[in-house]
């Protein structure tokens, strides 16, 4: 009767688990927070830069996911993708919502920058490959912007201040790179 | 403005959901952005497209294990009824509070409207499945009972009023297979329809069911062509 599943999940449980959860199924939502709140808990962690900050936004993010599960049915997202996207937002609300800019980039760094392993990049797979390529399309400087406000949120204003260029020219480039990714992801 | 032409910095939706996705909006832009992703399917498709685009770089997070006081403390906030007895005024004001007790609510009624349909006889517990169909932003709600000896879906209809010119369709969805109808609608409070053969055992299986809004006589297509106004998992009673 109980879900028993052992590591690692599909996607397709991973659904189900989000799916059941919207159901207000509990057990299912114990097993979705097992498995996915390291990677959540590492989104927390990076865009906000603080421990204490991060457990308290994992918490508010699986509120939400307990709260807005049946979102993800609704969606097109893989649900990873949704979960990340979740956390991503809540993340970069509340560093948005603070007043000063995240203390120091390179403790960042240290705290939990992982360039993807192997591991991750193979799981990925081509579709990885494929951003990774169209980045690489890009000048230097404005692919590291992306990822940068990616992975970290940066505002424009971060942006523009890292890369030392008028906030105007920050806007442009992003929305530029942004546009050629599209093109070159839809090729 | 064209795509192939990006001599400025305009902004374009897709260029505007690109960046909120990206995270660079101050906290008033994404403010608004938020509340335009809930209020314009057309917009959220955009959004819900370029975190697709863009999610490969979430291999860039670290997996960080969380500490157990973490998940006690989701716990206390979600489930603790000690936790109510404490902090009254902070749960009552609470949104996610209100929206558990909704659903509390709405449980209680599926239970209520699928009872009668169980029957006396206890059957195998797998063969008869239960879904609440709802979706946020419509008012649409449905109970469907899937019943495998008989293999008939079984609806009820508890709210949301449809136009004349329109028919529900229910569908059933596996994971990011595209949906396969079972059927429109007929209307009336209770209403059954026959599965394709085809799509019994996923059903048996406990899938997901989704109605969308259609012409009348059902899609056009053969996939659904209106938004999905309700939509739930088949589960074990």
Same mark, same amino acid.
């Given at each position: 009767?109980?879900?028993?599943?052992?590591?690692?999940?599909?996607?397709?449980?991973?659904?189900?688990?989000?799916?059941?959860?919207?159901?207000?199924?509990?057990?299912?939502?114990?097993?979705?927070?097992?498995?996915?709140?390291?990677?959540?808990?590492?989104?927390?962690?990076?865009?906000?830069?603080?421990?204490?900050?991060?457990?308290?936004?994992?918490?508010?993010?699986?509120?939400?996911?307990?709260?807005?599960?049946?979102?993800?049915?609704?969606?097109?997202?893989?649900?990873?993708?949704?979960?990340?996207?979740?956390?991503?937002?809540?993340?970069?609300?509340?560093?948005?919502?603070?007043?000063?800019?995240?203390?120091?980039?390179?403790?960042?760094?240290?705290?939990?920058?992982?360039?993807?392993?192997?591991?991750?990049?193979?799981?990925?797979?081509?579709?990885?490959?494929?951003?990774?390529?169209?980045?690489?399309?890009?000048?230097?400087?404005?692919?590291?912007?992306?990822?940068?406000?990616?992975?970290?949120?940066?505002?424009?204003?971060?942006?523009?201040?890292?890369?030392?260029?008028?906030?105007?020219?920050?806007?442009?480039?992003?929305?530029?790179?942004?546009?050629?990714?599209?093109?070159?992801?839809?090729? | 403005?064209?795509?192939?032409?990006?001599?400025?910095?305009?902004?374009?939706?897709?260029?505007?959901?690109?960046?909120?996705?990206?995270?660079?909006?101050?906290?008033?832009?994404?403010?608004?952005?938020?509340?335009?992703?809930?209020?314009?399917?057309?917009?959220?498709?955009?959004?819900?497209?370029?975190?697709?685009?863009?999610?490969?770089?979430?291999?860039?997070?670290?997996?960080?294990?969380?500490?157990?006081?973490?998940?006690?403390?989701?716990?206390?906030?979600?489930?603790?009824?000690?936790?109510?007895?404490?902090?009254?005024?902070?749960?009552?004001?609470?949104?996610?509070?209100?929206?558990?007790?909704?659903?509390?609510?709405?449980?209680?009624?599926?239970?209520?409207?699928?009872?009668?349909?169980?029957?006396?006889?206890?059957?195998?517990?797998?063969?008869?499945?239960?879904?609440?169909?709802?979706?946020?932003?419509?008012?649409?709600?449905?109970?469907?009972?899937?019943?495998?000896?008989?293999?008939?879906?079984?609806?009820?209809?508890?709210?949301?009023?449809?136009?004349?010119?329109?028919?529900?369709?229910?569908?059933?969805?596996? *994971?990011?297979?595209?949906?396969? &109808?079972?059927?429109?609608?007929?209307?009336?409070? +209770?209403? @059954?329809? =026959?599965? $394709? %053969?085809?799509?019994?055992?996923?059903?048996?299986? *406990?899938?997901?069911?989704?109605? &969308?809004?259609?012409?009348?006589?059902?899609?056009? +297509?053969? @996939?659904? =062509?209106? $938004? %999905?106004?309700?939509?739930?998992?088949?589960?074990?009673?």
């Amino acid at each position: 009767m109980a879900i028993i599943v052992l590591a690692p999940m599909t996607p397709e449980d991973i659904a189900t688990l989000i799916v059941r959860t919207s159901l207000k199924d509990r057990a299912a939502f114990d097993l979705l927070y097992r498995q996915t709140s390291a990677k959540l808990f590492g989104v927390c962690l990076r865009v906000l830069n603080d421990r204490a900050e991060a457990e308290e936004a994992l918490q508010e993010v699986f509120v939400k996911v307990w709260t807005k599960a049946d979102r993800f049915a609704v969606s097109e997202l893989s649900p990873m993708s949704w979960l990340i996207a979740v956390a991503r937002n809540h993340a970069i609300d509340r560093i948005r919502a603070r007043r000063r800019p995240a203390a120091d980039i390179d403790a960042a760094l240290d705290v939990a920058d992982p360039a993807p392993g192997p591991e991750a990049l193979a799981v990925a797979g081509g579709e990885a490959d494929r951003i990774h390529r169209c980045l690489e399309e890009l000048e230097q400087d404005r692919a590291d912007a992306v990822r940068g406000a990616y992975l970290k949120g940066e505002s424009y204003v971060e942006l523009a201040e890292r890369h030392a260029v008028p906030l105007n020219t920050m806007r442009t480039w992003l929305r530029r790179s942004l546009i050629r990714l599209r093109e070159c992801l839809e090729r | 403005m064209t795509a192939s032409d990006p001599t400025g910095p305009e902004r374009d939706d897709d260029v505007l959901a690109a960046e909120y996705v990206l995270g660079v909006l101050s906290a008033g832009e994404r403010q608004a952005v938020a509340q335009r992703v809930e209020q314009d399917p057309a917009f959220a498709r955009l959004v819900d497209a370029w975190e697709g685009r863009l999610s490969p770089l979430a291999a860039g997070y670290a997996e960080v294990e969380a500490p157990p006081s973490v998940k006690a403390a989701i716990d206390r906030r979600l489930f603790t009824s000690s936790a109510a007895q404490q902090d009254r005024t902070g749960l009552w004001s609470s949104l996610a509070f209100w929206r558990g007790l909704a659903a509390a609510a709405f449980a209680a009624l599926v239970l209520a409207v699928a009872v009668p349909y169980l029957g006396a006889p206890p059957s195998p517990p797998q063969m008869e499945l239960v879904a609440s169909l709802t979706a946020e932003g419509s008012d649409v709600r449905y109970v469907a009972v899937y019943d495998g000896v008989r293999n008939e879906v079984r609806l009820s209809h508890l709210a949301g009023q449809l136009a004349s010119d329109k028919d529900f369709e229910l569908w059933l969805i596996e *994971g990011k297979d595209a949906p396969v &109808s079972i059927g429109v609608v007929p209307a009336g409070s +209770t209403a @059954q329809l =026959t599965p $394709p %053969v085809l799509v019994r055992e996923k059903l048996a299986q *406990g899938a997901v069911l989704a109605i &969308s809004l259609e012409p009348k006589g059902g899609s056009p +297509t053969g @996939q659904p =062509t209106g $938004p %999905v106004v309700a939509a739930g998992d088949l589960n074990d009673i």
